[in-house]
């Protein structure tokens, strides 16, 4: 059981990324999938997050407006478009699943419910 996060990098502020988070040795069908970000000297954060039947989104409030999240059909893949950056979005961005979920319930931002971590991908936003 692996998630493995992509599509980090540096970019210029207003620029654009998307995030990508592939799921191995399990598919999100029963699964809360989402992203957390840690900026140097702050603690981490959640910042977005979709429920198994992505019919559940999260964004938090410094990104709102300029972010979105989303799955691929297959369940397997979930996205993270961040647009608008701007040099307070440069953290490292980690991906996170949740589940299998009991009576699809599911936490956003209690840490210690997201069960599964990536490795984090840097994001870095220059002005």
């Known amino acids: 059981v692996q998630l493995q996060a992509s599509g980090g990098g540096l970019v210029q502020a207003g620029g654009s990324l998307r995030l990508s988070c592939a799921a191995s040795g399990f598919t999100l069908d029963n699964y809360a999938m989402g992203w957390f970000r840690q900026a140097p000297g702050k603690e981490r954060e959640a910042v977005s997050a979709i429920s198994p039947s992505a019919d559940a989104t999260y964004i938090a409030d410094s990104l709102e407006g300029r972010a979105s999240i989303s799955s691929d059909n297959a369940k397997t893949t979930v996205y993270f478009q961040m647009n608008n950056l701007k040099p307070e979005d440069t953290a490292i961005y980690y991906c996170?699943?949740?589940?299998?979920?009991?009576?699809?319930?599911?936490?956003?931002?209690?840490?210690?419910?997201?069960?599964?971590w990536g490795k984090g991908t840097l994001v870095t936003v220059s002005s």
């Open positions: 996170v699943a949740q589940g299998p979920l009991r009576h699809g319930t599911w936490y956003v931002t209690t840490e210690y419910e997201w069960n599964i």
